[in-house]
């Protein structure tokens, strides 16, 4: 069908004789407003220099000068982007995860040890637990860890600091870390006592603190709603998916039970056969029963609704996607390799540093006394690197980022410092921990520098 050049006039007579037969949501439609006063009821679904194209409520296409319509429509159509409105009008059910890995991220499903956040990997060959830690400036092996699986400590001549103080740290030569189809090579690592001060007998949780260089490296995205980590393997050394051309971004990793990577992105399917465009441009077609249980589910629960994603949004970036979905954002602040987020607490302007490697979250103690919280006796302590430090129950009357407000939250303060400083010498009061991160369903995504939350 041709579009249909309206004029002023015609404006109106659309108006008066729109019939509702196209099925569009009605929260799609806006008020357009003529240069002459009339209005109608249209979506805007393209755009040229000097037309907006418009889809009227009787399903008819209509191409309207923007000479024609008044100040505020030609604002809302200069602003308005094609891929924002195709994935808002057609791509709506899409979930994060399903976006992020039909962008060729891999996604690891974490598991909760108290509130922090842990993935499989290997590290020389070997299984490893490994802590996912944004409060970790640089990564760390377990030092016994690291001797089990026959890598050399070095001497312990550096230092490393935590929130309990310091600890010894020795160099360690690692010649591959894996994380899923991401393999790095030949790396230096730090190695220390995670169980330093702990009991006799004392088991660690972790083998290795994945910091955050390997974050950044692999364009991370920690996503507590889903429970899910995803990174994109085409950044790390060596890329076991094996892309030698194309963009890995336009292609999905499938893994089949035999332990075969391929990556592609599925055409067509049947119940029990799915056809994949390869990086290359070759096809191939498998049964679907070949294919690991988790991507299985997803072919078997491939719509064209998944493929118009990938061909009109795939320019979207993460921020988009979750400001589509109500969340707030807000552009963290990198410190070497530690993140930090403004907020308040108890309505004074405060930062705080983004750690999924605190179970809870912690104040410096003079912070807390400063800006208003109600402080206890020192009777607790706070374990981690470097050992264990005093600490008090702290009750943080309000505390606010951005829209997200928590009050009434009972947390632990302790000092923080290294030496004589505060918080002005720290730059930020404390710890915004996995706790309340889980409770606001954060997303963080290292490649835009975000964290999102949402409050429900």
């Known amino acids: 069908m041709k579009p249909i050049l309206l004029s002023s006039l015609a404006l109106g007579l659309f108006l008066t004789n729109a019939v509702r037969a196209q099925k569009v949501p009605d929260q799609e439609y806006r008020d357009f407003k003529g240069s002459n006063g009339v209005v109608i009821q249209a979506v805007l679904i393209d755009k040229t220099e000097t037309d907006a194209v418009l889809l009227l409520r009787n399903g008819k296409r209509a191409n309207v000068p923007l000479d024609k319509l008044g100040d505020a429509d030609r ?4 602003s308005w982007n094609k891929e924002k409105a195709v994935f808002l009008q057609k791509c709506r059910g899409l979930t994060i995860r399903q976006c992020l890995e039909l962008r060729g991220y891999e996604s690891f499903n974490f598991r909760f040890e108290s509130n922090s956040i842990f993935i499989d990997g290997k590290i020389n060959g070997k299984p490893a637990r490994l802590l996912i830690d944004t409060g970790a400036g640089t990564s760390l092996l377990h030092s016994t860890y690291a001797e089990s699986v026959g890598l050399k400590v070095g001497p312990m001549t550096e230092k490393i600091y935590g929130v309990a103080g310091e600890a010894p740290a020795g160099w ?6 894996q994380l ?35 974050m950044k490296k692999l364009d991370a995205v920690i996503s507590y709603p889903d429970r899910r980590i995803f990174l994109r393997p085409d950044r790390s050394d060596q890329d076991e998916a094996g892309v030698s051309e194309g963009n890995a971004t336009d292609f999905r990793l499938f893994k089949t039970k035999d332990g075969k990577v391929i990556r592609g992105k599925v055409t067509t399917k049947t119940p029990t056969v799915a056809t994949f465009q390869l990086v290359g441009g070759k096809t191939q077609s498998l049964f679907i029963d070949l294919f690991v249980p988790e991507d299985q589910e997803f072919l078997k629960n491939w719509t064209e609704e998944g493929a118009l994603f990938l061909q009109h949004c795939q320019s979207l970036t993460v921020h988009e996607l979750l400001t ?20 308040t607490l108890n309505g004074n302007d405060v930062t705080y540093m983004i750690d999924t490697g605190a179970d809870s979250s912690l104040l410096h103690i003079d912070a807390a006394k400063k800006h208003g919280c109600k402080v206890g006796d020192l009777d607790q302590e706070v374990w981690g690197i470097g050992g264990k430090r005093p600490a008090a129950v702290c009750i943080i009357p309000k505390l606010t980022m951005g ?3 928590l009050t009434n939250r009972k947390v632990l303060a302790s000092d923080m410092s290294r030496g004589d400083g505060g918080e002005e010498e720290m730059g930020y009061v404390g710890l915004f921990g996995a706790d309340f991160m889980r409770e606001l369903e954060a997303v963080i995504t290292y490649t835009e520098n975000r964290i999102f939350l949402i409050q429900k």
């Open 324 to 343: 589509l979905r109500k969340y707030q954002s807000f552009q963290f602040e990198r410190r070497g390799n530690h993140i930090f987020v403004d907020g």
């Open 75 to 78: 604002e809302y159509v200069k």
């Open 180 to 214: 899923g189809e991401a393999i790095f090579k030949d790396r230096k690592i730090l190695a220390t006592d995670l169980l330093k001060d702990r009991p006799e007998g004392s088991k660690s949780r972790e083998d290795a603190i994945l910091g955050a260089e390997f």
């Open 403 to 405: 829209e997200a407000i």
């Open 172 to 177: 360690t030569d690692v010649p591959t870390i």
